[in-house]
């Protein structure tokens, strides 16, 4: 079954320190995948895609085939990436839904 | 420059009532999306349109209909609401191929009471 899975409800770390957000799926084929950012009182928002191998305010994320896993990394938190994160795979065979996990909201401590 | 619109930012409605949620967008996007978004749940999708009059049911369509006339307009219907249709309602959009890249609205919160 397709699924993306994200194990950290909540992640909480200081300002400064290093954050790591949890993204794993299940899929097999070679899915394209996403996160999804959304601040306080905005609307959702595209953070970036692994095909663009961008970073963005940042973040970076590696797709990692051998572990099914897609995690998001920046090494320095910031108290304005306080947010909701969602990562999200695409399936190749569809060219418009999306598979979500269910969030992981970042608090960063000042 | 708000891409997609969601009519409202607030609802509350009472059981029972027909409910109509609207949403709008500029850009000329082929597929339109209708999601629930509540704490713990993530992003569950109701209801998708990949053209005009087209609909396809998400993972929890049950209580909903939606209604497509037109390319930019994607309404969300619900038949006679529930208390547990209490939640935040997310409208997306995107473009038919290059999937992914999703355009969101902000979003209604609608209270059932």
């Known amino acids: 079954a397709q699924r993306v899975t994200q194990p950290e409800k909540l992640l909480s770390v200081f300002k400064g320190a290093p954050v790591e957000l949890k993204c794993n799926y299940s899929?097999?084929?070679?899915?394209?995948l996403f996160w999804y950012v959304q601040y306080s009182r905005q609307r959702l928002q595209l953070l970036l895609r692994?095909?663009?191998?961008?970073s963005i305010k940042g973040f970076t994320a590696d797709l990692n085939k051998g572990e099914t896993s897609f995690h998001l990394k920046k090494p320095f938190a910031q108290e304005e990436d306080s947010a909701m994160y969602y990562c999200a795979l695409s399936p190749v065979d569809s060219n418009y839904q999306l598979i979500w996990g269910a969030g992981t909201k970042l608090i960063i401590k000042p | 420059d708000v891409k997609v619109t969601q009519s409202s930012r607030y609802l509350v409605k009472r059981t029972g009532e027909k409910v109509f949620l609207e949403c709008v967008q500029d850009m000329d996007h082929e597929n339109m999306f209708w999601y629930r978004q509540d704490p713990g749940l993530g992003l569950r999708l109701i209801y998708f349109s990949y053209d005009v009059k087209m609909k396809e049911k998400g993972d929890i369509p049950e209580g909903y209909s939606v209604s497509r006339e037109k390319k930019e307009r994607f309404s969300l219907i619900l038949e006679s609401a529930s208390t547990n249709q209490t939640s935040m309602y997310l409208c997306a959009s995107s473009k038919s191929a290059g999937a992914g890249g999703y355009t969101f609205g902000s979003g209604t919160r609608l209270t059932v009471v």
């Open positions: 899929y097999s084929g070679s899915p394209e």
């Open positions: 692994h095909i663009s191998r961008e």
